[in-house]
């Protein structure tokens, strides 16, 4: 018989039998509670009502700088581009010091090397983006591959996407021994990189598939669940981050571990950013209120950010040409 939802937070070991065929998987993960839609949607507009003022926002907006992932992403990469954004990562803004570092900084495994030395000694972590991404089309062999070569070059942090067509076609243990298979590379040879998965909600059709996807990563041992590759849309939406965020709640009450979250792709402002603080504060609580476990994945937020600070800080908003272009 397969655990019920309810049994396995009162008997966090039931997650041993639940994984152990693809029928009593399926079963459980459509055993989770259904997601109440319009619930889900009112809530999230709701908390984005709420503002942040005066000494708290000023402390809100260098806690973002200091969740954001810094990424670049694109075929026309070059190793200019990283150097340059491995320098903003480590001081977002050459005029002030006070300004912190950001989390990380996220790129192709080829430039994983390059931004290891860049930043070396400053504490902004190298995240590589692994697993046939943004496709996740490749086989296994392949995808183990790819996430080798990022940990050997020394990358923190991994970025895999899961297979969205075995998801999507009620594969699940597949699934689950794939995000596993990963894993284990994140750990090989001594190495303990963070393992990011990314569900790409904007192609799992219900906030029940994205419930079911975050249950299912956490159960392969997921270090942080992550919305999005950024390259489609809907990419991250307060809605999905809330789901996802009540099943890293519903995952430390039924295991005692705690489980990160990163939104990703679409945050471009600092109201953006706000509200999505305001999000894992209502939801999930002080303790997720920290880089280590809740990132921003982002490009173009930073500049906001810096803009919205030099303006609480000497009252004059400077234009675009007070920061630089990624």
């Given at each position: ?72 992403l694109e075929g026309a990469d ?22 912190p570092a950001t989390a990380a ?188 476990w809740f990132r921003l994945g ?29």
């Amino acid at each position: 018989m397969t655990p019920s939802p309810a049994s396995v937070v009162a008997d966090p070991a039931g997650l041993a039998d639940v994984t152990r065929s693809d029928a009593a998987l399926r079963r459980f993960l459509h055993g989770l509670p259904g997601v109440d839609q319009v619930g889900a949607d009112a809530r999230a507009a709701a908390l984005s009502t709420r503002s942040i003022k005066t000494t708290a926002k000023a402390f809100a907006i260098d806690l973002a700088v200091r969740m954001i992932d810094l990424t670049t992403l694109e075929g026309a990469d070059t190793p200019g581009k990283v150097r340059s954004l491995c320098a903003k990562a480590r001081r977002p803004d050459p005029h002030d010091a006070s300004v912190p570092a950001t989390a990380a900084v996220c790129v192709y495994n080829d430039l994983v090397g390059l931004a290891k030395a860049e930043l070396g000694g400053s504490g902004v972590k190298v995240a590589a983006v692994s697993t046939a991404f943004p496709s996740g089309r490749a086989s296994l062999a392949v995808k183990l591959a790819d996430t080798r070569d990022a940990v050997t070059q020394g990358a923190d942090e991994i970025d895999m996407v899961i297979d969205r067509g075995a998801f999507l076609s009620g594969r699940y243990l597949e699934v689950l021994e794939e995000i596993a298979a990963v894993k284990q590379v994140c750990s090989e040879g001594g190495a303990d990189a963070h393992l990011k998965v990314i569900l790409e909600t904007g192609e799992l059709a219900t906030y029940d598939n994205v419930r079911r996807a975050s249950w299912l990563a956490m159960m392969a041992g997921a270090d942080f669940i992550k919305t999005s590759t950024g390259k489609i849309s809907p990419a991250a939406t307060l809605p999905v981050t809330l789901v996802m965020l009540e099943a890293c709640r519903d995952w430390r009450d039924a295991t005692g571990a705690m489980v990160g979250m990163k939104p990703a792709g679409g945050i471009r402002t600092t109201k953006d950013a706000m509200r999505y603080l305001v999000l894992v504060n209502e939801t999930v609580g002080t303790d997720w209120l920290t880089p280590d476990w809740f990132r921003l994945g982002a490009s173009s937020l930073l500049n906001d950010l810096l803009l919205q600070r030099q303006r609480m800080s000497t009252g004059r908003y400077s234009g675009p040409d007070y920061v630089t272009v990624d």
